[in-house]
T-cell receptor, first 113, second 120 residues
Framework: AQTVTQSQPEMSVQEAETVTLSCTYD???????LFWYKQPPSRQMILVIR??????QNATENRFSVNFQKAAKSFSLKISDSQLGDAAMYFC??????????FGAGTILRVKS | GAVVSQHPSRVICKSGTSVKIECRSL??????MFWYRQFPKQSLMLMAT?????????EQGVEKDKFLINHASLTLSTLTVTSAHPEDSSFYIC????????????????FGPGTRLTVL
């Protein structure tokens, strides 16, 4: 069974600084999707970024970018120029084509002003 | 695009009553919808997967007679918690997978804002 591991229960970052959230996963599949979701205090799950495994280029969405290392099964999220609104629980998730999402345990990100 | 609504946002009910939660995809068609349960500061736990027009597939340990799921159309799925008890109090979240060719593609799930259920 596929598993997703987020080894950092909590992280802190100073406003305007950069922070990287770690995620590793275990799969025997070659084709799949990876996602980062953000859950702010409102608890609305928001899609931050998605990566298709067959694409070598790392996905980027404005201040959010990923470091996708397929061989190492690693999918870290980098947040640049951190803002107070970035404070949230971040979930890494894996999905084989057509299958259900497998979530990590989440990382709470605190942003200090 | 790809907005999912959920209603109600919060509900308080007495023990023994049933509660229905609606999940709608507002601007896309969703052949597959998912229902999750989440406890504070924990990850999402998948309860069931529903496909439009067919029976839901429940995860192991989820009582299908207690958590009734109906996916009658491509834009609406409902979760009914029957004979609710205090231990059913939780945050319930629905999610919809987009139909191929629409916003986000098939393999992206979009989430509703959640429903906080409190059973007294």
């Amino acid at each position: 069974a596929q598993t997703v591991t987020q080894s950092q229960p909590e992280m802190s970052v100073q406003e305007a600084e950069t922070v990287t959230l770690s995620c590793t996963y275990d799969t025997s599949e070659s084709d799949y999707y990876l996602f980062w979701y953000k859950q702010p205090p409102s608890r609305q799950m928001i899609l931050v970024i998605r990566q298709e495994a067959y694409k070598q280029q790392n996905a980027t969405e404005n201040r959010f970018s990923v470091n996708f290392q397929k061989a190492a099964k690693s999918f870290s999220l980098k947040i640049s120029d951190s803002q107070l609104g970035d404070a949230a629980m971040y979930f890494c998730a894996y999905r084989k084509y057509g299958n259900k999402l497998v979530f990590g345990a989440g990382t709470i990100l605190r942003v200090k002003s | 695009g790809a907005v999912v609504s959920q209603h109600p946002s919060r509900v308080i009910c007495k023990s023994g009553t049933s509660v229905k939660i609606e999940c709608r995809s507002l601007d896309f068609q969703a052949t597959t919808m998912f229902w999750y349960r989440q406890f504070p500061k924990q990850s999402l736990m998948l309860m069931a997967t529903s496909n439009e027009g067919s029976k839901a597939t429940y995860e192991q340990g989820v009582e299908k007679d207690k958590f009734l799921i109906n996916h009658a159309s491509l834009t609406l799925s409902t979760l009914t918690v029957t004979s609710a008890h205090p231990e059913d109090s939780s945050f319930y979240i629905c999610s919809a997978g987009a139909v191929p060719g629409t916003s986000g593609g098939w393999d992206t799930q979009y989430f509703g804002p959640g429903t906080r259920l409190t059973v007294l």
